[in-house]
């Protein structure tokens, strides 16, 4: 494997060709081409992806079958009128109907995750509004969740950081925790701790008034401070009760978790339940192209098969060349046997983690197939994060990049703030045709780097 030889990378200054970008937050290197897990800097310098971007390209980079089936389209029409039909658009969604759980046969696409949550909250109040049920409206959802950065999107998301500039031109929708282990009471088991999460949102929508709820959004797999937290089967088992009793719609948001992340084509399926909406971005194109979509149940579809119009669009939604590369993706995925792989290699990929889980900033890593994440701490007794001011985000994303790694969630998590007296996730989750070799080779530069990261801010070794 190449070695990074490079000075310790700094946040790319504006100046030159760079002052015309708003707002970046990059840094210096500059990527010249990408294939498979790694990405190479125009100096010739090598990285591995070991967050798959965003937690996004589950595929791997530069694949020659998604290079020749854009040619294909291309040659074929690269926009389709919107008063005739688009196939490609067709296949892709008779594709996913084939790999979504049994009840979610009819799918709405988009051009991305946030597109594809406030699409998902259309779908219900127009479902509840079809149904004669006007006053239902809101959206309830989780504390320290993230679902979107649309003004609709970022009044679900539970996190101060990012909603402090907009409060007042967001929906102040009713909010509930997430299930967490950290929060439970000593003596307390498992599943009745699960039960007494669960039983927080029947209690929201009693107080909200269960006629003006429209429906409860979470992601299968924990977000925030809880990212990668995977609670026990009767926690969501209750939480599907729970929206049945009062009429309420379960939204599950596999933005992140679908299309093989987590071992399986969608994360739901390690619950044992049924969603009435999915929202798919991220995986769902390996980030080949812009793409969401909204998977939605017979039950919600119903109305708007028998006439309902659904009022809703976007110019670029079910765009052909990002359906015909979606629609390759998902085959590639199962050719390859991806989703068995990601299985098996997050597996692995815990087991080989000691060295890296013994570091005093590194709380735990968990998770589930190649979501996995650690939990990052100023030590693991008070679980905080380091102050601002030390300027820790910015440092690890740097000495990573002089390891060879790159990263997501480090400067977004600076952006965010962390949790109340919780550390920040960092996203060890590769593209998901990684090996068994390059993970241990990815561990050996997370060692490394997090060595280098703890002597720079005088972390005494335990």
Request: glycine share 8%; hydrophobic share 35%; with cysteine.
């Amino acid at each position: 494997m190449a070695t990074t030889t490079h000075n310790l990378p700094n946040p790319r200054a504006s100046e030159g060709v760079w002052s015309t970008l708003f707002s970046s937050h990059t840094f210096e290197p500059v990527l010249a081409r990408a294939k498979g897990i790694h990405l190479y800097d125009e100096e010739g310098n090598e990285y591995i992806d070991a967050s798959g971007g965003p937690i996004a390209v589950n595929l791997g980079h530069g694949d020659p079958r998604i290079a020749e089936t854009v040619a294909k389209q291309m040659e074929q029409y690269s926009y389709c009128h919107p008063v005739m039909s688009n196939r490609s658009r067709a296949e892709l969604c008779e594709k996913l109907a084939d790999r979504l759980p049994p009840n979610l046969n009819t799918t709405y696409l988009v051009c991305g995750g946030s597109e594809a949550v406030e699409t998902a909250i259309k779908v219900a109040r127009q479902y509840h509004v079809a149904r004669g049920n006007s006053q239902k409206y809101k959206i309830i959802s989780n504390y320290d969740s993230y679902h979107g950065m649309t003004l609709a999107t970022m009044s679900l998301s539970g996190n101060p950081g990012t909603q402090r500039h907009f409060e007042p031109m967001l929906q102040k929708w009713p909010k509930v925790h997430q299930y967490s282990p950290t929060r439970k009471p000593s003596g307390m088991s498992e599943p009745d701790w699960a039960l007494a999460c669960a039983a927080e949102l029947d209690e929201a929508i009693h107080y909200a008034g269960s006629q003006s709820v429209a429906a409860y959004i979470a992601t299968p797999v924990g977000s925030g401070s809880d990212y990668g937290v995977v609670a026990p089967p009767e926690y969501w088992m209750a939480v599907r009760e729970v929206c049945d009793k009062h009429d309420v719609l379960f939204i599950d948001d596999e933005v992140v978790t679908g299309f093989g992340r987590t071992g399986k084509w969608f994360a739901i399926e390690h619950h044992g339940i049924e969603a009435d909406i999915m929202t798919l971005g991220k995986g769902i194109s390996s980030l080949y192209a812009p793409m969401g979509a909204v998977a939605v149940s017979d039950k919600v579809n119903e109305p708007f098969e028998q006439g309902v119009a659904f009022v809703h669009g976007f110019t670029n939604a079910g765009h052909p060349i990002g359906c015909a590369i979606s629609s390759r993706v998902v085959d590639i995925i199962e050719e390859d046997g991806l989703v068995r792989n990601a299985a098996e290699i997050g597996n692995y990929l815990q087991e080989q983690s000691a060295k890296v889980r013994s570091h005093q900033t590194v709380r735990e890593i968990r998770g589930v197939g190649l979501l996995r994440v650690a939990e990052m701490v100023k030590n693991k007794e008070t679980l905080g994060f380091f102050a601002r001011d030390t300027n820790a985000e910015t440092k690890l994303q740097a000495i990573a990049l002089k390891n060879g790694l790159a990263f997501y969630a480090t400067l977004y998590g600076s952006r965010r703030g962390p949790s109340k007296n919780r550390g920040l996730p960092l996203f060890i989750s590769p593209p998901i045709c990684i090996t068994r070799e390059e993970v241990d080779e990815l561990l050996r530069r997370l060692d490394q780097t997090l060595t280098d990261w703890e002597n720079d801010l005088g972390v005494i070794q335990i």
